[in-house]
């Protein structure tokens, strides 16, 4: 094609090759043949050169064979590839791109892209992935009219495989193009694709709704105790719903003292953190080597939970082990420090520690630039993973309180999640 001339092939379809085979897709001034694939910006560019399977150049003004239901006008090749290039954002971040997008191209040309309505750019993105080869707002080509109205709908295979309609166009022996043939063209054609579970539901970027459930948990345990009429008032601070074990409550003890929570070291040498170094970490945000052994079995550390009782400090029991734990212990133990190693947790109330971690907060505190074990990885988003920088002696140790802060954010959103805030 001469370098001055637009292209009479279908700029839809131009996209979707290139997107196909990852050719370069170039966004330039002018309607020269690119000499590099550095793209301008689209408020700079005037023209689009796709270069598979052979350069075709287009003006973004094209208009294409997408219908816009909203305005049911054709939409131009510049929103079209706008949209494309925007595929991973979120809905409203499109949206705000869009909007300055047409500030610049308002003021430099008295032009806009237009703002493809949610449906309309899932359907136009699935299309030009390949997912689907059926588009609801896309026009069929011309010559693909004619062929059916010479053939008959029950031609449509013989047209697709003789190439006048349908075709997906491919490379060349000689650098030309041609369709897919025969039968696998009309295999092609009444193929239909049954996308995934996001597309199905009209979504192609997978979301997280787990603050959904803690802000579930938060009101849960925030009306417990309210008194509702034939409802009673559930006694000695046991949950009214059973079996559950996010949302056990303690019975208090007397005189209204709150039982202390507990937290499980582990008996590691490998650990990181022990009973000899513990207290200053958790207490003074200072990191410093553990010692061969420690004297202590048991150590008391007093923390401020303000979104759970701000009038006063929760006191944390530490240890080691959980020999000489009685039965009602356990709903006292709020997280559960580990390396990795799966014997640590061989004398638990639960063994398993995809089970223990669905109970507890897991803690893991590794060495910063250094991967975290995979059993740990394993055992899912119970267990929360923390960096401190490797021992070079007591200066430059700032970072650590960034990782303590860590620990205690994690386990005081735990604890709310589980009821302390009732206790």
């Not at 290039?85 to 791109?97: F, L, Q, R, T, W």
């Amino acid at each position: 094609m001469a370098s001055t001339e637009i292209s009479s092939a279908d700029p839809l379809n131009c996209l979707r090759a290139s997107i196909a085979s990852n050719s370069p897709i170039i966004a330039t001034d002018s309607y020269e043949p690119p000499t590099s694939t550095a793209s301008l910006p689209l408020d700079q560019a005037t023209h689009i050169h796709f270069t598979s399977p052979e350069l075709e150049t287009f003006p973004l003004t094209t208009p294409t064979r997408f219908i816009s239901a909203s305005t049911s006008k054709a939409v131009d090749l510049r929103s079209i590839y706008f949209a494309w290039i925007k595929k991973d954002v979120a809905i409203p971040e499109y949206m705000s791109s869009t909007a300055a997008l047409n500030a610049e191209l308002m003021q430099k040309r008295g032009e806009g892209v237009q703002n493809l309505v949610f449906v309309e750019r899932l359907d136009l993105i699935t299309w030009l992935e390949g997912a689907s080869n059926e588009s609801e707002y896309i026009e069929a080509l011309p010559t693909d009219a004619a062929a059916i109205a010479a053939n008959g709908q029950a031609g449509v295979g013989a047209a697709v495989a003789q190439g006048q309609i349908g075709g997906i166009p491919v490379q060349g022996g000689a650098g030309g193009k041609k369709v897919v043939e025969g039968r696998l063209g009309e295999i092609y054609e009444l193929e239909r694709g049954t996308g995934d579970r996001n597309t199905i539901l009209r979504g192609f970027k997978q979301v997280d709704f787990s603050s959904v459930r803690d802000l579930a948990d938060r009101l849960y345990n925030q009306r417990r105790d309210v008194v509702r009429p034939g409802v009673p008032k559930p006694q000695n601070g046991t949950s009214a719903i059973p079996g559950n074990p996010n949302l056990t409550v303690l019975p208090k003890k007397p005189g209204g003292r709150r039982p202390d929570p507990i937290i499980l070291l582990s008996p590691s040498a490998s650990s990181l953190l022990r009973l000899s170094n513990i207290k200053s970490f958790l207490e003074s945000g200072v990191f410093t080597p553990a010692e061969g052994s420690s004297n202590s079995t048991i150590l008391h550390i007093s923390r401020n939970l303000k979104s759970i009782d701000p009038s006063r400090a929760f006191r944390f029991i530490l240890v080691d082990t959980p020999e000489q734990f009685k039965p009602d212990y356990w709903n006292r133990v709020v997280a559960v420090f580990t390396t990795g190693q799966t014997w640590q947790f061989k004398s638990y109330k639960w063994e398993e520690p995809t089970e223990l971690f669905r109970h507890v907060l897991g803690v893991y505190v590794g060495w910063r630039n250094e991967d975290v074990p995979a059993a740990v990885k394993g055992w899912g988003r119970g267990v929360q993973s923390f960096e401190v920088d490797k021992w070079r002696g007591e200066g430059g140790r700032w970072r650590d309180l960034e990782a303590v802060e860590g620990v205690w954010g994690a386990i005081e959103e735990s604890m709310r999640a589980k009821g302390w805030g009732g206790r």
